[in-house]
């Protein structure tokens, strides 16, 4: 198995090198040259824990691993996750089941890749005896899951870039209530958009990346979305035999990784019927998804932080599926994008996913809603895949982040305040950034002098 750029201007790799290099030399995102078809392993999969079935999921992307590394890592990365089952499916009714994707080390979705992405970094630095930088930009959720898969880990360095003032205060904590010396919270003006941005020009920046060993921590990196497909067939195993025919995947999604894993899952053999991007105010995969137009607008903060995005890194991985993987096309429609910020795909096909979208006022009436009806607790993001539920076929919906990291809203709404001990403890540690201009210059001077000491 051997992975591509997307714009098809970079070699063949392996998976530990895609892994390694995170985005592609020519700017674009590494795929597998084929999927592989599970759809014959689903049946005796279904005995297996969570933690055996990403290793043996793991097994047909990367052979240069072999099964007993990757039942060690994927043993590893879990079991430090509160739950019993890891990925809990919980039925609210005889339509809607909830998957929670929460209890990992920072009670969010992001812990189910980025614990085991940690770990191959571990191998990675074990195995060369070369240091890694790792950066990343996020909205909330990827930078404390990221900075906790390498915490205090030997070798590896990380930088995480956050729009100041924009992610939720409990989800600052977590970034940068850390104490530890490699870790480097970094909040920079502007938007999640402006601190992706600076990332990516870093990454574009190939005698820099080769300076200073870097790799990526965002769903850029392919083995993100791997291990997120994961907890898609864990779900759809876990389902009624009565209830899999016809499900449908709810996921709230911003950066589009998430929601691009169970699609990809589908491509394999997982017979859901299809998938809904549930978004905020901030809609862009909305738009695209009922107009066929993807167009960026201004970034509007709301109660939903983590999806307060306007440029969706993973939507390239999409659109070289839907131009029918021609690269050629794909960087046409990036530049063209690049230029605009707007590109009409209207004449393709964008198959088995729709789109729903919800406001703040939305957000908050969901999670009253579920509370009065269900006592059953969601954060503002899970929230807003509480609309437009279909009718005629069972809904699984994905829940990607605990109530206890957005204590306000969720309090305000239902009359009790969520908590959680972890963040709890949080709140009397002192808060450590490096503030800095949302530039790609200033953060590789950083990055160097760090590296250096």
Known sequence: MLYHSTRGLT?????????????????????????????????????????????????????????????GMTRRAYERFSHRDIAPLVKLDARTFVLELFHGPTLAFKDFALQLLGLLYERQVERTGRRLAVLGATS????????????????????????????????????????????????????????????????????????????????????????????????WLRLPDEAREGVEFVVPTGNFGNVLAGWLARQMGLPASGFRVATNQNDILYRFFTTGIYEQGGVQPSHAPSMDIQAASNFERYLYYLLEENPERVRAVMEGMKATGRADLRPFSASGIRASRMEDAGIEEAISRLWHDHRYMVDPHTA????????????????????????????????????HPALEALKSLPVQTWPMAAESAAVKEFIRAKIAR
């Not at 958009?193 to 920046?205: C, S």
């Not at 820099?208 to 060993?213: G, I, L, S, T």
């Not at 994905?398 to 305040?417: C, H, I, M, W, Y």
């Open 11 to 71: 070699g063949t790799l392996t998976f530990s090198e895609a892994v390694a290099a995170g985005l592609a030399p020519d700017g674009g995102l590494f795929l597998p040259e084929s999927l592989p078809d599970i759809s014959g392993r689903l049946e005796w999969w279904k005995a297996l824990s969570y933690a055996e079935l990403a290793a043996e999921f793991f097994t047909l992307f990367a052979p240069e691993i072999t099964p007993a590394e990757w039942h």
């Open 140 to 235: 909330g959720d990827t930078g404390s899951a990221a900075i906790h898969g390498c915490l205090g880990q030997e070798g590896i360095t990380m930088f995480i870039l956050y729009p100041q003032g924009r992610v939720a205060p409990l989800q600052e904590r977590q970034m940068a209530c850390t104490g530890a010396a490699n870790v480097f919270a970094i909040p920079v003006p502007g938007t999640f958009d402006d601190a992706q941005r600076v990332v990516k020009e870093a990454f574009a920046d190939a005698e820099f990346a080769r300076e200073v060993n870097l790799s990526a921590v965002n769903s850029i990196n392919i083995a993100r979305v791997l291990a997120q497909c994961v907890y898609y067939i864990w779900a």
């Open 384 to 419: 807003c895949a509480f609309t437009d539920m279909a009718e005629d076929r069972v809904s699984v919906v994905l829940a990607t982040a605990s109530p206890a990291k957005f204590p306000e809203v969720v309090g305000r709404v239902t009359g009790f305040t969520p908590q």
